[in-house]
T-cell receptor, first 112, second 115 residues
């Protein structure tokens, strides 16, 4: 099993650009989520999904979109990047009803 | 609203010494509590979790945590620290509904181990 994979590892965007952060897992987990990690603030939940076709907002959803067309993939889209979205982004997965046990290696995003 | 406080931003211990990392939470119902570890440049790894029952929880890598409802605490302990334990540790509290896990994380404690 590859576990949870994320691409790219690093990305630099200009303000206003859009991009998609990819996340995939091969463990057949129903639950997937996206977090952002900022210095001194811990991890904050952006969006999550409990299965294909079902998504919901977390604590800090503004400026981000998600979709879940398959069990394996959960991409995060930045519609119009802003400097405030400079962060490290982590994708996580787990079986339904369990805490996130598997985290991807992260994507470090810089918006200039 | 639920919240987690990790009062120590940075802790240094000698290899072989004991370790205790503090975590205090605020939660309106019976909490589900977790500890995660993050090595440099890596994602988070779940160390242990408390759902109910025995208040002393054993985890991986020789870690344990004790849930104290009266003190709203869930401190992480290890009897003898190894150099490889140097990492950042996050406490989290949250609800596990039938369909979702929504966790609130603390700001983390960075552990440095001296030889």
């Amino acid at each position: 099993n590859a576990g949870v994979t994320q691409t790219p590892k690093f990305q630099v965007l200009k303000t206003g650009q859009s991009m998609t952060l990819q996340c995939a897992q091969d463990m057949n987990h129903e639950y997937m989520s996206w977090y952002r990690q900022d210095p001194g603030m811990g991890l904050r939940l952006i969006h999550y999904s409990v299965g294909a076709g079902i998504t919901d907002q977390g604590e800090v959803p503004n400026g981000y979109n998600v979709s879940r067309s398959t069990t394996e993939d959960f991409p995060l889209r930045l519609l119009s990047a802003a400097p405030s979205q400079t962060s490290v982004y982590f994708c996580a997965s787990s079986y339904r009803g369990l805490p996130p046990a598997y985290f991807g290696p992260g994507t470090r995003l810089t918006v200039t | 609203a639920q919240s987690v406080t990790q009062p120590d931003i940075h802790i240094t211990v000698s290899e072989g010494a004991s370790l205790e990392l503090r975590c205090n939470y605020s939660y309106g119902a019976t909490p589900y509590l977790f500890w995660y570890v993050q090595s440099p440049g890596q994602g988070l790894q779940l160390l242990l979790k408390y759902f109910s029952g025995d208040t002393l929880v054993q985890g991986i890598k020789g870690f344990e945590a004790e849930f104290k409802r009266s003190q709203s605490s869930f401190n992480l302990r290890k009897p003898s620290v190894h150099w490889s334990d140097a990492a950042e540790y996050f406490c989290a509290v949250g609800a596990l509904t039938g369909t979702a896990s929504k966790l609130t994380f603390g700001t983390g404690t960075r552990l440095q181990v001296t030889l």
